[in-house]
């Protein structure tokens, strides 16, 4: 399929075209340039919304059971499960398919996992660049889902529209959570698994640290939804929530706000990536003499990022 | 303190300095550069190693049982917990002290935990300044500590000169850890409360995974070592697994070479950072109007990144 047949496809929200065109996210295909190209004026109709949270905390069963509540509203949705994945065991795929079985039939419904084989910094741009590809295919509403421990793990999630923090009981997820950062990109709390022991123990924790944190009076608190997504319990009042801060990003300007964040991360991204590569790795590169004599102590980092610099420069 | 006092009491390892450098490290002072100066002919003598593992998994309990070890065969040993923590919840500052509780009174153990409440990238040069600064007080050991879910801490902990994965039954542990992709990084798998049901199950999956890896005859094999670290069952053979991928690194050339690249993402961070600063985020600046353009789908992210880029050289 040559690219400007593939925009054409994406567009019209072809599945195998929306496979191969994530397929290069993932690769970091030369020929992303051009579909990027082809796709930005047909981006920003859809609904970005993250989810994160530490492993376990019920993020697939989570998901699907919101994907369920979107399509009972008639809208179409796409997921994107932002895997860390190691090419090797090919856990991404297997997942996929596990989760794939109960929407297989539903046209409306496009679940993927995208690995990440690339270097620091390769999550950076991928993640904003797949969920470009599924805006621009038309889905109404994209759930981006990544696993809430990795500082850039956070970022992405806290990169939607809207931001879902899962935790559960007696996972120690609540103080995790904080731990890793999520606080400050919450927009919604959900406490799944909210029939186990300790559901309300740390509900209350949650309840402390959205209360400690300072905000203006008409900056939006995030809301904490109790949920059993596996029975479909809570699902109902997460979309309520949803809803509630769509509308507020909506009348307060916020959501161009977000967006125009969202495309900043996304373009340095792209700047820092084209810049690593001028840098020069490899044998008689600028870094990599820099960084031997920084490793034999000849050095320090700073004076060495000078030279490097200096190389660039000129 | 001025800065040549600071880098004079550092290299002496004084406590209150090392405090305070660290500080430095967080906050991403200028006055990092005179430090770094300061500090680098006299790094390259510790032996560091990496810890990473799912929340929950035992980290702190492993590494202060692994303290303990060396303490015996009396080495001086520092431990540096990265914690992508929120400045928000003080929650690293609490770990540190009850796990100081233990050591308070031993001169030869410093336990520090560092928040990074920088940007994403910020983890890339700030753990390996805190790790440079515990290095040149002399240390024989520093111990850092990440949780394993996240790219960039992932990455941390594999720029160790040994890097050991955690896992423990019953959690999902071993298979999220695949899909973390700390299996590349791994020297040494240790499945920790080993006690517990799921234990072999665990041992199973993880022998499968470093059965299924290709490597070259003379390429290390990770070891997995079983044990209670809050008991300290396992501890000794896990510190005998340290000593033995430690002498096959000298032997084999192998901790050069780690030491060199641990150096390069050191370097290359700072670059990036630097670069970072020019392409200028903030009203007017040239990053804010190519999101800007993005976000309205006027221009795709690599026609955008490409004018920052003009606007760099210019």
């Given at each position: 399929?040559d690219?400007?047949?593939?925009?054409?496809?994406?567009?019209?929200?072809?599945?195998?075209?929306?496979a191969?065109?994530?397929?290069?996210?993932?690769?970091?295909?030369?020929?992303?340039?051009?579909?990027?190209?082809?796709l930005?004026?047909h981006?920003?109709?859809?609904?970005?919304?993250?989810?994160?949270?530490?492993?376990?905390?019920g993020k697939?069963?989570?998901?699907?059971a919101?994907?369920?509540a979107?399509?009972?509203?008639?809208?179409?949705?796409?997921?994107?499960?932002?895997?860390?994945s190691?090419?090797?065991?090919g856990?991404?795929?297997?997942?996929?398919?596990?989760?794939?079985?109960?929407h297989?039939?539903?046209?409306?419904?496009?679940?993927?996992?995208?690995?990440?084989?690339?270097h620091?910094?390769?999550l950076s741009?991928?993640?904003?660049?797949?969920?470009?590809?599924?805006?621009?295919?038309?889905f109404?509403?994209?759930?981006v889902?990544?696993?809430?421990?990795?500082?850039?793990?956070?970022?992405?999630?806290g990169?939607?529209d809207?931001?879902?923090?899962?935790?559960?009981?007696?996972?120690?997820?609540?103080?995790?959570?904080?731990?890793?950062?999520?606080?400050?990109?919450a927009?919604?709390f959900?406490?799944?698994?909210?029939?186990?022991?300790?559901?309300?123990?740390?509900?209350r924790?949650?309840?402390?640290?959205?209360?400690?944190?300072?905000?203006?009076?008409?900056?939006?608190?995030?809301?904490?939804?109790?949920m059993?997504?596996?029975?479909?319990?809570?699902?109902?009042?997460?979309?309520?929530?949803?809803?509630?801060?769509?509308?507020?990003?909506?009348s307060?300007?916020?959501?161009?706000?977000?967006?125009?964040?969202?495309?900043?991360?996304?373009?340095?991204?792209?700047?820092?990536?084209?810049?690593?590569?001028r840098?020069?790795?490899?044998d008689g590169?600028?870094?990599?003499?820099a960084?031997?004599?920084?490793?034999?102590?000849?050095?320090?980092?700073?004076?060495?990022?000078?030279?490097?610099?200096?190389?660039l420069?000129?």
């Amino acid at each position: 399929m040559d690219t400007p047949r593939l925009v054409e496809k994406l567009l019209r929200g072809d599945r195998r075209a929306l496979a191969r065109a994530i397929t290069l996210v993932e690769n970091g295909s030369p020929e992303l340039r051009e579909i990027m190209a082809g796709l930005a004026p047909h981006t920003g109709r859809a609904r970005i919304i993250g989810f994160t949270g530490s492993p376990g905390v019920g993020k697939s069963t989570t998901t699907n059971a919101v994907v369920r509540a979107a399509r009972a509203r008639g809208l179409s949705v796409a997921v994107l499960a932002v895997d860390p994945s190691s090419p090797f065991t090919g856990g991404a795929l297997l997942g996929d398919r596990v989760r794939m079985q109960e929407h297989a039939t539903d046209p409306g419904v496009y679940i993927r996992s995208m690995a990440n084989r690339g270097h620091l910094g390769g999550l950076s741009w991928a993640a904003p660049h797949a969920l470009r590809v599924l805006d621009a295919a038309g889905f109404d509403v994209v759930l981006v889902e990544t696993v809430g421990v990795g500082q850039a793990e956070v970022e992405i999630a806290g990169q939607a529209d809207t931001t879902v923090v899962l935790c559960a009981p007696g996972m120690g997820d609540s103080v995790q959570a904080a731990k890793a950062g999520v606080l400050e990109v919450a927009d919604v709390f959900a406490v799944n698994k909210a029939d186990r022991e300790g559901a309300k123990s740390t509900l209350r924790e949650l309840r402390q640290m959205v209360a400690m944190k300072d905000r203006a009076d008409d900056e939006w608190k995030p809301p904490i939804v109790m949920m059993v997504a596996v029975h479909d319990e809570g699902v109902d009042e997460l979309w309520e929530r949803l809803d509630a801060h769509f509308a507020h990003l909506e009348s307060g300007g916020g959501l161009a706000e977000r967006r125009r964040r969202r495309a900043r991360e996304e373009v340095q991204a792209i700047v820092l990536d084209l810049l690593r590569s001028r840098i020069g790795v490899g044998d008689g590169g600028a870094l990599e003499s820099a960084a031997r004599d920084v490793a034999e102590g000849r050095r320090d980092p700073y004076a060495a990022a000078d030279l490097v610099l200096k190389e660039l420069d000129a």
